[in-house]
């Protein structure tokens, strides 16, 4: 039941987009994890601010889903639900980042522009094991990507915010 109302808020949520992966799941296998606990996270306007400021980018959204994989008491690590415009449609991504505040994994778990524009898995793990003390920037640290430029942007941005609303919740 769980998972049918997922897939239907995440079909409103992108405008009937592709959807590539249920969250839930990738965090559960991800972390290998037990359980997972979903937190939604509403940001008061000092903490967007500082969102924005911490990500280097202008952030809109104050409402966040957070996956919180866990073996017991332990966390495991987090799976960070963003959603980003990529040209004119959005893209919903889940970093999958560690108790170490590394990130482990990026998934996309919806996209509405062409499957073409998609960057590769291969790109994808340039990602894993940085943090925010990375700068985390398209053409700096991380590789552009030839096709899908506009997808590898808002991925990047995706990546730097997810890392640093973590810092900001304190979860």
């Known amino acids: 039941m769980m998972k ?3 897939l239907f808020l995440l079909s409103i949520t992108t405008s009937f987009a592709q959807v590539l992966g249920d969250p839930l799941e990738l965090t559960q296998r991800t972390f290998g994890s037990k359980s997972v606990e979903t937190e939604n996270i509403i940001l008061n306007d000092s903490q967007l601010a500082q969102l924005s ?3 280097q980018q202008k952030i809109d959204s104050k409402l966040y889903r957070i996956y919180v994989a866990k073996n017991g008491s332990q966390t495991l690590g987090y799976g960070v639900l963003m959603n980003k415009k990529v040209r004119t449609k959005t893209a919903i991504t889940l970093y999958l980042i ?3 505040k590394k990130i482990k ?3 996309i778990v919806a996209f509405n522009e062409p499957l073409e524009y998609l960057p590769s898995k291969t790109w994808l793990d340039v990602f894993d094991n940085k943090n925010s ?3 985390l920037k398209l053409n ?3 590789p552009t990507t030839t096709g899908a430029t506009l997808s590898a942007r808002a991925i990047t941005d995706g990546a730097r915010a997810a890392l640093e609303l973590l810092e900001i919740i304190k979860l």
């Open 98 to 100: 560690g108790s170490d």
């Open 53 to 55: 400021k911490a990500s």
């Open 4 to 6: 049918l109302i997922l």
């Open 140 to 142: 700096q640290d991380i």
């Open 133 to 135: 003390s990375h700068t």
């Open 105 to 107: 994994s990026i998934e």
